[in-house]
């Protein structure tokens, strides 16, 4: 088969899911047809990858096994999908720049004046392809950032134009998202979608598919004005509502046939199985959950769950398996005095992964309260890292215990440089990064939980803790259940006087799926419960 392309475009405005969509569309191909199916993202701006993006700004950095850090949407890829993510599937145009200028300098255009057209839309397409083969994808879904009209993504637009001129006919697909909002009186207004339809047909593009992002269901009037204006079939309208949950998007494009409709204009083969019936289930049983647990996610990026996603993703998913619903609530870590009043009316805590100084007090008190109140704990990455230091200071009344991150001049540095980035200077893809082996003790929380002596997880820090301080943690309580090969970087903590109190290094919440949650977030759970 030739490999086949489908672009997923939005309009209006930004934020609108797209990659939900894109994702949507892939499971329901993957469950649907014979096609092997895959994703990719391309990000417009002039980053290289998304390591150095701010959370605030951009959600959480993602990380593949392969080591690569990339926009959040890869996780729902792999979320939706169930197969591990490469560096290739999200292309940041920074990194198509930087390409160009460094072939430049290097003289292999041979004097040629470097333009966009050629060269940066060839070397787009370049990667797209690499993707599609890299992945073995038969269907490659390509989910271009931003919206119709942004001066930084026109070049991204025309690199797809292409593909579809150069391709034979049924090989490259358009899915165009666009806002209908509904305004007080009721009614829906299609024109803003009409307008970015516009938009995209003077840009050479055609959508073949038109899907109106709506609070609720689209309208049968507004659905035939769209097709009428827009220039497409009315079955080939379709609607992304308000969802309770994004695992019911693509249940809810499926009941419109959205599946038949790309696997026709595409000539691809349909199954017979109904391969969507068990994501049905799991969704009908979160849908039908009545008791609840609280989980307090404490943390400094408190303004949008999107900067931790994955943990939250990860939460629901153990809620699932664990026959609750999980009310999992965002704590701003720098809040420090109403901190304590707030803990009390939660079940479980997380302290997620994070950098710098900024609101590590708040954190700490949370670990703190746990430690001492006995109360269901996960620390991730950073987390890990600050139990260390708490336990330090408040156990083994360690004045000053810190970390070498934030205080160069502690007494006490428990937490401190990993070996290999004592000569780093770069900020950029230097951390460690991606999947490593860790090695579980026997006899431990963390065995018993993963049920093995080794387990691959993945990673991005550059500090660890300090291998000298080790065996002082040991005598007040705390057991290194996992470590990587050598037994020299710990990588897993754990109290042994508490029913569950589990830090690890490496991100747990990246292996999480709807289908098989992750088991350190389904052990807190059930601990919450």
């Known amino acids: 088969m030739e490999r086949k392309f489908i672009f997923v475009t939005g309009g209006v405005l930004s934020s609108l899911g797209k990659g939900i969509l894109s994702s949507s569309i892939a499971k329901i191909l993957k469950a649907?047809?014979?096609?092997?199916?895959?994703?990719?993202?391309?990000?417009?701006?002039?980053?290289?990858?998304?390591?150095?993006?701010?959370?605030?700004?951009?959600?959480?950095?993602?990380?593949?096994?392969?080591?690569?850090?990339?926009?959040?949407?890869?996780?729902?890829?792999?979320?939706?999908?169930?197969?591990?993510?490469?560096?290739?599937?999200?292309?940041?145009?920074?990194?198509?720049?930087?390409?160009?200028?460094?072939?430049?300098?290097?003289?292999?255009?041979?004097?040629?004046?470097?333009?966009?057209?050629?060269?940066?839309?060839?070397?787009?397409?370049?990667?797209?392809?690499?993707?599609?083969?890299?992945?073995?994808?038969?269907?490659?879904?390509?989910?271009?950032?931003?919206?119709?009209?942004?001066?930084?993504?026109?070049?991204?637009?025309?690199?797809?134009?292409?593909?579809?001129?150069?391709?034979?006919?049924?090989?490259?697909?358009?899915?165009?998202?666009?806002?209908?909002?509904?305004?007080?009186?009721?009614?829906?207004?299609?024109?803003?979608?009409?307008?970015?339809?516009?938009?995209?047909?003077?840009?050479?593009?055609?959508?073949?598919?038109?899907?109106?992002?709506?609070?609720?269901?689209?309208?049968?009037?507004?659905?035939?004005?769209?097709?009428?204006?827009?220039?497409?079939?009315?079955?080939?309208?379709?609607?992304?509502?308000?969802?309770?949950?994004?695992?019911?998007?693509?249940?809810?494009?499926?009941?419109?046939?959205?599946?038949?409709?790309?696997?026709?204009?595409?000539?691809?083969t349909p199954t017979k199985e109904n391969e969507l019936s068990e994501w049905h289930k799991l969704v009908e049983t979160m849908q039908n959950l009545t008791d609840t647990v609280k989980i307090a996610v404490v943390g400094k990026y408190a303004h949008s769950k999107d900067a931790y996603m994955s943990v939250f993703e990860a939460l629901t998913h153990a809620g699932v398996h664990s026959g609750v619903k999980v009310d999992a609530e965002l704590i701003d870590a720098e809040k420090e005095e109403n901190l304590s009043k707030k803990l009390v009316d939660f079940d479980g805590f997380i302290v997620p992964g994070g950098f710098g100084s900024r609101a590590v007090e708040g954190k700490i008190k949370t670990i703190k309260y746990c430690r001492e109140n006995d109360r269901p704990f996960l620390g991730i990455c950073y987390g890990f890292q600050l139990s260390v230091i708490e336990i330090a200071r408040n156990v083994l009344e360690l004045k000053g215990a810190d970390t070498t991150e934030n205080n160069q001049e502690t007494p006490h540095p428990v937490i401190d440089l990993l070996p290999e980035q004592k000569n780093v200077r770069d900020k950029g893809a230097t951390m460690r990064l991606g999947a490593k082996k860790t090695i579980l003790k026997q006899n431990t929380m963390a065995f018993d939980i993963y049920d093995s002596a080794e387990i691959l997880k993945r990673f991005r820090h550059r500090f660890e803790m300090n291998p000298l301080y080790v065996e002082k943690l040991q005598d007040a309580g705390v057991v290194f259940s996992g470590t990587d090969e050598t037994k020299e970087i710990m990588k897993v903590l754990e109290l042994k006087n508490n029913k569950f109190f589990f830090g690890t290094q490496y991100h747990p919440e990246f292996d999480s799926r709807l289908e098989r949650p992750e088991e350190a977030f389904l052990e807190l759970v059930k601990a919450s419960k």
């Open 32 to 268: 649907k047809t014979n096609a092997a199916i895959s994703l990719m993202k391309i990000d417009p701006y002039l980053n290289c990858d998304a390591g150095t993006l701010n959370p605030f700004e951009h959600g959480e950095v993602f990380v593949t096994r392969d080591g690569h850090e990339c926009d959040l949407d890869l996780g729902n890829y792999e979320r939706f999908l169930d197969v591990p993510a490469v560096k290739e599937q999200n292309l940041m145009m920074g990194s198509i720049y930087r390409e160009l200028a460094d072939k430049e300098r290097h003289g292999d255009f041979l004097g040629k004046t470097v333009q966009l057209i050629p060269h940066a839309t060839d070397a787009i397409k370049k990667r797209i392809r690499q993707c599609a083969e890299k992945t073995d994808s038969d269907v490659l879904v390509v989910e271009i950032g931003g919206t119709i009209g942004d001066m930084e993504s026109e070049i991204v637009i025309e690199s797809a134009r292409q593909m579809k001129y150069e391709a034979r006919p049924g090989d490259v697909l358009f899915i165009h998202l666009a806002l209908v909002p509904t305004i007080i009186t009721g009614e829906e207004k299609t024109k803003p979608l009409q307008h970015s339809v516009t938009a995209l047909l003077s840009r050479g593009i055609m959508p073949d598919l038109i899907v109106g992002r709506t609070t609720d269901m689209l309208k049968s009037e507004s659905k035939i004005k769209i097709a009428r204006q827009c220039n497409v079939r009315e079955e080939d309208v379709f609607c992304s509502p308000n969802a309770n949950t994004i695992y019911g998007v693509p249940l809810i494009l499926e009941k419109q046939h959205m599946g038949k409709s790309i696997a026709n204009k595409m000539n691809l």
